[in-house]
């Protein structure tokens, strides 16, 4: 099997911080407000990978072996999202997610981007709309190798 290389990673990261360092200096200058909205560590992806590594298999000896060495990473998938306010009712919301890697798996970095705005029909009431799409972030997982000796080695 051919490994990949992990330059593709590398350069999303890269376009990612941009990204993120680019917008908030653009929002700047127009006179828009930029916000931190939430910064986390987790995912339901990074938990279905983690919870890969629960499970093991007993070798024909009769010792234990754990998948655990194979899906423990050493950062764990961070997001980070803004909102740029471009009138009192209207905005950006935008942010990124860093990805984790680990032996037997590799969630991609993230682009989060989406418009939110709202209005008023009453002054009681507000009626608001949000659509966010998530670029990237896929969980993608390497296939495991069993070798039977002399029947051969099997994916």
Known sequence: MRERSNIRGGFCTAVLLACAFLFAPAAAAQEWTTSLVDVHQGSPLSDKARGLGTGGYELQSGSWVSFSRWYHASWVDMHVDFLTQITPDTGFLWGFGTGEQAEKYRIEPSLKLGFLTQTHPNPNSTLSLSVTTTIGGNLTEKPCQA?????????
């Open 147 to 155: 070798d039977y000796g002399e029947f051969g080695t099997y994916s």
